[in-house]
Structures are given as structure tokens and as C-alpha cells.
């Protein structure tokens, strides 16, 4: 005999047997007992009132108590359980809370991407580029939008590959591999905490074939351009200053007014706003200061362009306005383009030797990137200014024309 208790005393008994279930009585008004075998300290069985019964295991890991159940007492089961039950205790005495683990695989298996989508961008947020941090968002947000409702653990390779060949279709295929670069990025972070093992982007090909783009854009076509864009709000100044400056999108249309020196005709970016981490400095020619001082200084607000607590985000709508007041066999053409173009006609004018366009674009290669380059720092500040307004002049004359 074993003398019984309530669950709370945690009584024991010398070794749980097939038979001991039937031996157990449930005092009356007592809801359950539970009875613990003394070979295995820990390991028991719990019997409810209502007649059921299951094995539990129960043990201490720091200062947290757990109990857990091993499932119901059924016959022919008691040698297995007991195995079940001695490897839970084992992995407490070396500190693995197995109760713990078993529930967060269970959070994990309901957690979904865009329950996670939030999470990553917070982590990112002052990590990343400003512009490359609104790109990622962007990307997520938006272009991953059909796969938020998948568990992270069930989105497949399919899944992917059907995203992405829609997201080629509707907006192309370059905007759809860096749709997949945000993708891959967030599964890397996904995969170090441990909320899944693998990425579904393995061996998914880039829609975009060849290196990268080589289109240059021709005068009468950048002349085109800068009349198309008449009219169209913020997009105006900074397409044309895109022109004049041969800047990258997101460098004119996040530019903030501290970022200003009118008096020195500059523009001067911070290392947290350019790709290189570089601080650069962009002399503003005769035409480009003009454009400038059309822009309205709005109150309370740093940003030149766009609304709300960012810079200009309406890319792909404005774009797409202006590509339908351009002429129809004109080819297609991305506003990186014009970085290209005017860094390709400034050459081909001879407006400037080629480390002065390269720091023109704040490019550290060729000249800058040798052994020399780490020793010379020079901006070559009047060579810039001395070439962007003689672009300036040009595309002036170029738009009269």
C-alpha cells in the first residue's frame, strides 16, 4: 500500500506499476491527486475525479517550476512514458526548459510573415540607408503583400516564384529582383532567430538577365524629358535636378534644406545619406539654383519634397505620368538612367577630366581607387563647380532649342 495525498502534497510511491492506476482514489470534494514514483522522483501519474488519468513529469529549472503532461495512462504504455519522462528530467538538470521549447515551436508554427514583417523593419531602422531602408519597406509592404497570411515555415519556393513572376510582369523585371534581394535579407534575419531553418529563395533565378543597365539617354531625349515633367508637382525640380546634378534618386528626393548652403551654392550630403557612406558635396549650377528657388519652404518641415515625415515617395506613379506625355517610340528608360546620361555626356564634352566626373558622382573607383586614392582627399570642389555649370549652360540652351 502507498499512502495518498492531495496533488499539492506530492505523494510518492516506491515504483509505478500497469496496476497502480486502478489503487488511486480521488478524495471526495477533491477535483484530481497525483501520485509520484519514488525510483524516478519527478515522474507521476495525475487521476481526476471524473475517472481519467495522465502521466506527468514535473521539475525545476533556475527558479521555474514546471509540471508537464506526458499524455493519457493507457495499458502497455508505462515503460515508454517512464524513458519520456527521465529524458525531460535529464535535460532540466542541464538547464533546457523542455515545456518552454515544446510551447514556443507552437507560437512558431502560427506566427506569420507579415506578423514578422514589422519586426525586421525595426531592427533595421537607423541600421540601414535611409533611402535603402524605404526601398526595403517598400518592397515588403507592398510587393510582398500576397504571401503576410503564410505561416514563415510554409512559404514555398512556388509561392515565391509566382510573386515574383507577377511582380516582373506588372512592374519588370529589374523591380522584381530587388523585390527578391528584400525578401532574401529578411529570411536571413528570420533564419538567425531561429524562427525558421531554411530560405525558399534557394535557387530562384534573377528575372533580369545581362549585367547591369547601359542605357544613355540622347539630348533631344533628356530635353523631352525636362519638358514633360512641367507640371508635375515635386517631381519637376527633382527630375531636372537629377539632370543638372547627375545624383542618385533618393540623394535629391529626400534632400532636406539643412543639407543647403545657399550661400556657398551647395548642396552637402551627410555620410548617412550617401551609398558609398561618403560625405559629398554637389556644386549647384546658375539653372539648378533657379529650380531651387521655386521650391517653397514649407513650415515645420525639412524636406524639400514629398509629405508627411519623409522625403518624395510617388516614383513609380509620377513615372508613369510622364512616360505617356513622352513620345511613343521613345525607349524605355529608368530615372538611374539619367545619372548615367549626364555623367556620359559630360565626358563626351570634355566639361571635365574623368576623376572629376567620378567625384562628380561621388564614384570611388578608377583613379580614386588605387593605392594614390587612399593619400589624395582632394573634392576637387572648383573643377566640380566649373563642369556642372557648364552642363548647366548646356542643357539651358539644349531646352531653348
Known amino acids: 500500500m502507498f499512502r495518498q495525498r492531495s496533488a499539492r502534497r506530492n505523494p510518492t510511491i516506491a515504483k509505478l506499476l500497469e496496476s497502480t492506476l486502478a489503487r488511486i482514489k480521488v478524495p471526495t470534494a477533491k477535483r484530481d491527486v497525483i501520485v509520484f514514483d519514488d525510483e524516478l522522483p519527478g515522474f507521476g501519474i495525475r487521476k481526476f ?22 499524455g493519457p495512462v493507457v495499458r502497455g504504455t508505462l515503460a515508454e512514458t517512464r524513458r519520456k519522462a527521465a529524458d525531460v528530467l535529464a535535460k532540466a538538470r542541464l ?3 523542455v515545456q518552454a521549447l515544446k510551447k514556443a515551436g507552437r507560437d512558431k508554427k502560427s506566427i506569420t510573415l507579415g506578423d514578422l514583417i514589422p519586426r525586421y523593419l525595426a531592427a533595421c531602422e537607423g541600421v540601414m540607408a535611409p533611402s535603402y531602408y524605404a526601398a526595403t519597406e517598400r518592397y515588403l509592404n507592398d510587393h510582398w ?25 506588372a512592374r519588370g523585371k529589374v523591380t522584381a529582383d530587388r523585390a527578391k534581394a528584400a525578401l532574401s535579407g529578411f529570411y536571413a534575419w528570420l533564419i538567425e532567430r531561429s524562427y525558421c ?18 542605357r544613355v539617354l540622347g539630348e533631344a531625349e533628356l530635353a523631352d524629358i525636362w519638358e514633360g515633367v512641367a507640371g508635375m508637382g515635386d517631381y519637376e525640380p527633382i527630375v531636372r535636378l537629377l539632370i543638372l546634378t547627375a545624383q542618385r534618386k533618393s540623394e535629391i528626393g529626400d534632400l532636406a534644406w539643412p543639407e ?8 552637402e550630403l551627410p555620410p548617412t545619406r550617401t551609398k558609398n557612406r561618403l560625405a559629398h558635396l554637389v556644386p549647384l549650377s546658375e539653372l539648378a539654383l533657379e529650380i531651387l528657388d521655386e521650391v517653397p519652404q514649407r513650415t515645420r518641415r525639412e524636406f524639400l519634397f514629398g ?30 538612367d539619367l545619372r548615367r546620361s549626364t555623367i556620359t555626356h ?5 566639361l571635365a577630366d574623368p576623376h572629376v566626373i567620378e567625384a562628380i558622382a561621388n564614384h570611388v573607383s578608377g583613379h580614386k581607387a588605387s593605392v594614390a586614392g587612399i593619400y589624395n582627399r582632394s573634392a576637387y570642389a572648383d573643377q566640380k563647380r566649373a563642369a556642372l555649370e557648364a552642363w548647366g549652360a548646356h542643357v539651358r540652351a539644349l531646352v531653348a532649342r
Not at 502521466?55 to 508537464?68: A, E, K, L, N, P
Not at 503583400?145 to 510582369?169: C, K
Not at 543647403?260 to 548642396?267: A, K, N, P
Not at 559630360?346 to 570634355?350: A, I, K, Q, R, T
Request: aromatic content about 6%; hydrophobic content about 35%.
Open 197 to 214: 531553418d531554411a530560405t525558399p529563395l534557394l535557387h530562384v533565378k534573377r528575372r533580369a538577365k545581362g549585367g547591369g543597365r547601359e
Open 49 to 70: 475525479s471524473s475517472g481519467k488519468a495522465s502521466f506527468v513529469v514535473q521539475y525545476s529549472v533556475g527558479t521555474q517550476r514546471r509540471r508537464m503532461s506526458l
Open 95 to 97: 538547464g533546457e526548459d
Open 145 to 169: 503583400q500576397p504571401l503576410h497570411g503564410f505561416v514563415v515555415e510554409t512559404v514555398s519556393r512556388r509561392a515565391v516564384v509566382a510573386v515574383l513572376d507577377d511582380v516582373a510582369q
Open 260 to 267: 543647403i548652403d545657399l550661400e556657398r551654392e551647395q548642396i
Open 307 to 336: 509629405e508627411g515625415g519623409r522625403g518624395f515617395q510617388g516614383w513609380s506613379r509620377c513615372k508613369s505620368r510622364l512616360d505617356a506625355k513622352l513620345p511613343a517610340d521613345m525607349p524605355g528608360w529608368t530615372l538611374h
Open 346 to 350: 559630360l565626358n563626351e564634352h570634355s
